[in-house]
Structure formats: C-alpha cells, structure tokens
C-alpha cells in the first residue's frame, strides 16, 4: 500500500472521529465509553463540565469516576440520592453505566449522565402535595371524629330535653289536679309520670362515664325499656360508633312505632360485632326508606369500615355491622 492511501486512510479515520466527537457533544446527555483498561477512550464535552464542576479536575479514568461519585456527599456541595444527583446550579443528573461488547470481543465501559431536573422537580412537586394531602387527611379524620362526637352529644342532648318535656308535662298534669276535678285514674297517672321524671333526674350523675347506662336510662324515661342481648364490644371507639345508633333507633320506635321495648342482639365475632334491633312497636306496612339521622349514620358508619342494613318485612330490623377495634375502654357494663 503506497503512502499516499495511508495518508488517505488515517485522514479519513480523523474525519470519522471528529464527526463522531462532534456529534456527541451535541448530545444532551453526558456520556463518556472507557477501555477494559479503565481509561477514557471516548467522551463528550458535557460529560467533562460535569466532572470538573465534582472534582475541578480533567477525567482520565473509571477508577476516577466512580471515587468521584462515592465521595460526593463528603466533598462538595452535590447531594447524592441514590442515582441521582443534584447540582448546586440546580440541575438533576441521573446516572447509570453499562458495558459495550464490540466486535473484537472487547468490553467497553458506558457511562451516561442523563439530565432529569424537570422530572425531579416534578417528582418533588408530588412528594410535596402527598404530604400536604396526608395532612389534609388527618385534620379530616380528626374532624370527622369530632363531627362524630357531636352528632352523640347531641342525641343524648335530645334525650333529656324529651326527660325534661315529661317533667314539664308532669307538673302540668299536678297542675291540673288542683284546679279542677280529676278521676282517681287520672291523678295516679300523672303523679306516677311526674314521680318517675324525678327519679331519673336525680340519678343523672350517678354514672357520668357510663354512656350504656345513660342510654338505657334516658330511653327509660321516653318510655322505652331496652333489652340487650350479649356482650357489647370493651372498646371506647367501637361503643361511640354504636351508641348513635341505637338511639336513633330508640328515637324512631317511640316516635313512629310507639313501641315500648327495643331489643339488641349483640353477635360479636373476633373481628366483627354486630347489633340487630327491633322493637314491639306497630310495624310498618310498606317499605321504609331511611333518611335524615339513620342516612348520615349510615355514612359514619361506612367510612369505619362497617355497614347499616334496614329491613321493613316481615319484622322492622335495624342491623349495623363494625370491625372490631384493639383499644379498649375502661367501662364495663352489664344489661
């Protein structure tokens, strides 16, 4: 081969290589592909800013990369996660490295740096409003739990302002006694009703923890007896769920049954508790849609995990359903 092919040739091959340099500097990723020996058989200029702005040094080899990489946290503003690394100008890199077999059998190192800073922020945009989102979602569930707590204070406030209702009627039943005539029948009733609101409001603070006691005491003086048969659940959270709807249920067989008994059967599995009330009032002669108070315990009761279940036919039957929860409650009662 004359001289002058060789010249040809060896121009060529630097032409090849200048194109190829060329064309991975426009690269938008560093790169850099080293020797089985370790060393830099070929790299962009993107892959060289990196390095300098890790180590103000040029890169030789992939013994230098990788120590470079290892000692980021320790020696220079760059903070490493994992594959990741961030910049002090701000921008993200996300390195990985791969090995290239060429033709020869050869084993070449590929080391890329891709540029991921959108991608990371946006990752970080989402860990942000995950956060603010569990947040949210305590500050709801605590609300929701006061919401719950209210919705219980406020069934007991009924219930004694119905107590407080038959003592009024009590004393208007007195009243009238004295005023004009009454049959025997007549005065006996009333002093009985007037005497039995007394009684009940002297033991109001008898049990002031016990809120199964107080249930069967206020739907007492509305004139329901409560029968319940097991044992109810030991535990404060589970019990506040209940207790709400067994005064509804209370509530509704006097107001639209004028029943005089509510009966709870109580199931508890090691999971489960489960409550069927009925009561001996009229039953109802078609289908009952639930509303108002039994539709919005329905959903509290839904969001513990449980459910509520109406059945018109043959028999009124109120059944709720609740996991069964660990911490238990210092009250215990018996029915």
């Known amino acids: 081969m004359s001289v002058g092919k060789i010249t040809r040739r060896i121009k060529e ?194 049990y002031p923890q016990d809120d199964v006691t107080e249930f069967i005491r206020d739907a007492a003086v509305s004139g329901i007896q409560v029968k319940i048969e097991g044992n109810l659940p030991e535990t404060a959270e589970t019990l506040h769920l209940l207790l709400p709807v067994m005064r509804e249920a209370c509530v509704n067989a006097a107001r639209h049954a004028n029943a005089t008994m509510l009966y709870v059967a109580v199931v508890q599995s090691p999971d489960f508790v489960t409550l069927r009330m009925t009561n001996d009032g009229k039953q109802p002669q078609e289908e009952i849609t639930p509303r108002g108070g039994l539709v919005d315990l329905g959903k509290v009761i839904a969001e513990a995990g449980g459910r509520l279940e109406f059945r018109s036919q043959p028999v009124f039957t109120l059944t709720v359903t609740l996991p069964v929860c660990e911490q238990k409650t210092k009250q215990e009662v018996s029915v």
């Not at 005065?187 to 033991?203: D, G, M, P, S």
């Open 13 to 206: 091959k630097h032409k090849l290589r200048v194109a190829v340099k060329e064309a991975m500097d426009t690269l938008p990723t560093a790169v850099c592909y080293f020797t089985p020996a370790g060393t830099v058989k070929l790299c962009n200029a993107a892959i060289n800013v990196l390095f300098r702005k890790i180590t103000q040094s040029d890169l030789q080899s992939f013994a230098e990369l990788k120590e470079a990489l290892e000692g980021c946290d320790r020696t220079t503003g760059i903070i490493r996660e994992e594959n990741v690394f961030l910049f002090p100008d701000g921008k993200a890199w996300q390195y990985f490295e791969n090995e290239v077999i060429i033709a020869d059998g050869k084993v070449y190192t590929e080391a890329v740096f891709n540029d991921v800073t959108e991608l990371y922020e946006k990752r970080q945009e989402l860990k942000r409003q995950s956060r603010e989102l569990k947040k949210m979602y305590q500050e709801l569930k605590s609300l929701s739990e006061n919401v719950q707590e209210a919705a219980r204070e406020q069934e007991i406030l009924n219930m004694k302002s119905r107590l407080h209702d038959q003592m009024n009627m009590g004393v208007a039943a007195i009243r009238q006694i004295l005023r004009q005539n009454t049959t025997s029948e007549e005065n006996a009733a009333a002093i009985t009703q007037f005497r039995h609101a007394i009684q009940v409001l002297q033991e109001e603070n008898a």
